[in-house]
């Protein structure tokens, strides 16, 4: 694919181990990826050590270790701040049967002009994140946008534990970008159930969605007031073109 801007990839990686040598060793086949920064957002496995020994062996990686958790929304930023590529894109660390046709796709819209912000939903991956994707597409962590548009969004998120899809979708809507849904087949990943215990993953799933429907429903808008007013947001405000 010839590409006219700089693409760079935020991995964000929290006690991964056991699953980021899978994502990494199909993203390191994407010869267009101007950067792919992994952020080992506090681990206390070998996160850390998996990314540094695939970066070893390639000079686009970077291997990026936050002292304590920060995260998901932390996590990503620090990512962003890492990158000069003009778009970014966002994957989680966990994922099952990403290959660089995917990443294509995410990113074709975003190239041609057509949409803002392009969004990556499961299609024939996993029967739990098939069905999570139909309900709610909007809670997918594979996206692709402006390097300086998420940045901006981030600032105000990297403060809040959850609801940082939730948060980019909001942002995107209150804006009145255009969005585009692109359908990933063949790609799924772990669910926190499977993560955890199953009781704890239980527990941590429903806190999310308990969060991210307070940002969702009545308190959007005040939310969104308080960060274009926060000092935060107006150190993080850019031009956009």
Known sequence: MNTIFTVGVVIPAFNEAHNLSRVLLNICETPWLAKVVIVDDGSSDSTLSIAQQYASHDD???????????????????????????????L???LVGVHPNHLENLYRPIEAGTTEMSIAVFRHGGMLTDASHLVAPNLSGQRCLRRVDAEKILIPLADTRYGVETGLTAYAKRQNWQTRKVVWQGVTHQMKEQKQKKLLGVYNRWQMYRQIAAVWTASERELFVQWHLSPKWKRSSVNLH
Do not use: E, H, S
Not at 61 to 89: C, E, H, S, W, Y
């Open 60 to 90: 686009r990686l970077m291997a990026l270790q936050l002292p304590k958790n920060q995260g998901k929304a932390g996590a990503m930023l620090a990512g962003v701040r890492a990158l000069q590529t003009d778009f970014v894109i966002f």
């Open 92 to 94: 989680d660390a966990d």
